[in-house]
């Protein structure tokens, strides 16, 4: 029953083309993983975008005042759409032309299971 919660909506069989970047952030605002999508796509740094991120998770997270900080949250702006998925250890961050629903499953996953393989290393590193 899991397969066919997993299948994309028809709408949304263009996902992977309307995404743009996908950044990986930890707690502290450092940029763990960064891949553009959009030749077209430019960014100030990465670090940059990394903990503006992270200050405005933060700042979503006060504001709705959610008690297990899971879960995505959605910035939107004209042709632009900010997913933030806030698991344990790291934030995912994907940058999409539109809102849909398919790459939210693919953000929660993609963090649970990077958090799952590389938690130690990343609960232990030093800056």
Known sequence: ?????????FSEFGWKEKTE????IDKAGICLYHKIFKKKKELI????????ISIVNEM????????????VSIIKKPNQIVMIYSGEIMSGVLY???DLNFPKVILKEFVDKFELL????????TI
């Not at 740094?45 to 503006?52: F, G, K, P, Q």
Request: hydrophobic share 45%; proline share 0%.
């Open 60 to 71: 979503l997270k006060e504001l709705i005042g959610t008690v297990n900080n899971k879960g």
């Open 21 to 24: 970047a996908l950044f990986l």
């Open 1 to 9: 029953s899991y397969f066919f919660f997993s299948l994309t909506d």
């Open 96 to 98: 999409m032309r539109e």
């Open 118 to 125: 590389f938690k130690n290393i990343i609960q232990n590193q």
């Open 45 to 52: 740094s990465e670090n940059l975008i990394s903990a503006a």
